[in-house]
């Protein structure tokens, strides 16, 4: 499927399934039968957006940043074959981005798409007759929405958004990806 560049209606979707199969062995380790439990299916849809990047930590433009929000998941699967998990949760949520950014960085601190990172690590580089640029990775606790796409939180809907990432480049439209989650019987 090809992507419209600079419509809001440029995206592509990608869908995978994961059939959770419990082996059950015999006293002697040999597998003797297979056990379906359920099916989780990812999809991902990806949108570019309308404008290039123009993004900016404090004063220094950003070059290219990828921002992940995302939840972890907690699963109580059921004791029938064929079901679906009577109970699925997700929890801490959090972001993270690594950007690279045109100049100097040292502070302890930087906001990016309106969240406030902890900063991890920030690494300078310059050359002779070169710019400076720092690659910088942050961290925010308890962000559970980017982009105006929230993450799921609590218990499991029957479509439930795990992770959404924002790429950004001062050469190209900004990408964003989100990926739900459902579960069924099989």
């Given at each position: 499927?090809?992507?419209?560049?600079?419509?809001?209606?440029?995206?592509s979707v990608q869908t995978s399934k994961t059939f959770e199969k419990l082996l059950v062995a015999d006293k002697n380790g040999v597998t003797t039968t297979i056990i379906s439990k359920y099916v989780r299916?990812?999809?991902t849809t990806?949108?570019?957006?309308?404008?290039?990047?123009?993004?900016?930590?404090?004063?220094?433009?950003?070059?290219?940043?990828?921002?992940?929000?995302?939840?972890?998941?907690?699963?109580?699967?059921?004791?029938?074959?064929?079901?679906a998990p009577p109970s699925v949760r997700f929890y801490n949520p959090r972001a993270?981005?690594?950007?690279?950014?045109?100049?100097?960085?040292?502070?302890?601190?930087?906001?990016?798409?309106?969240?406030?990172?902890?900063t991890l690590s920030a690494e300078k580089s310059e050359t002779s007759g070169d710019v400076v640029k720092t690659s910088?990775?942050?961290?925010?606790?308890?962000?559970?929405?980017?982009?105006?796409?929230?993450?799921?939180?609590?218990?499991?809907?029957?479509?439930?958004?795990?992770?959404?990432?924002?790429?950004?480049s001062n050469t190209d439209y900004v990408r964003k990806t989100v990926t739900t989650v459902a579960f069924s019987g099989t």
């Open positions: 499927m090809a992507i419209t560049y600079g419509v809001t209606g440029g995206f299916t990812e999809t990806e949108t570019i957006g309308t404008t290039f990047a123009g993004y900016a930590i404090g004063s220094d433009d950003v070059l290219n940043a990828t921002i992940t929000a995302q939840v972890d998941e907690q699963l109580i699967e059921s004791g029938s074959a064929n079901t993270e981005a690594s950007a690279t950014i045109l100049g100097a960085f040292t502070a302890t601190t930087f906001t990016l798409a309106g969240i406030t990172f902890t910088i990775r942050g961290t925010a606790i308890n962000t559970s929405s980017l982009d105006t796409t929230s993450l799921t939180t609590g218990d499991h809907s029957s479509s439930s958004t795990i992770r959404v990432e924002l790429r950004i």
